[in-house]
């Protein structure tokens, strides 16, 4: 793959929600350079007659019985919620509008 651009990195970190300057841009331009490499080399290894394994580590799963309990009304959850609007929680909005 070529080298990635100002423009691409640009648009990763905005699909990220992530605030870069233009010296971060340029420094994560040769980060993911790297990254890309390294899955190239992996990706390069002959793994012909090896079998797929799982987890070499056996550990017992511990889980346990899924019992239905008692729960709370709805109303009695939203009364403790700072906010609410028309039966649900309000909460901050996370992402931006583009």
């Known amino acids: 793959m070529s080298e990635f651009s100002y423009e ?7 699909l990220a929600c992530i605030a870069l300057s233009d010296e ?3 420094a ?3 980060d993911l350079q790297g990254i890309v490499k390294s899955v190239a080399l992996i990706s390069d290894i002959d793994i012909a007659g090896v079998e797929p394994t799982t ?3 056996s550990l017992p799963s511990h889980t346990r ?4 309990g008692e729960t709370l009304e709805r109303d009695v959850l939203l009364e403790q919620a700072p906010e609410c609007e028309d039966g649900m929680f309000v909460t901050p909005k996370i992402l931006g509008d583009e």
Do not use: G, R, S
């Open 55 to 57: 987890n070499p580590i």
């Open 65 to 68: 019985e899924d019992v239905p």
């Open 28 to 30: 994560m331009k040769e």
């Open 24 to 26: 971060e841009i340029e």
């Open 8 to 14: 691409q990195v640009k648009h990763l970190a905005k």
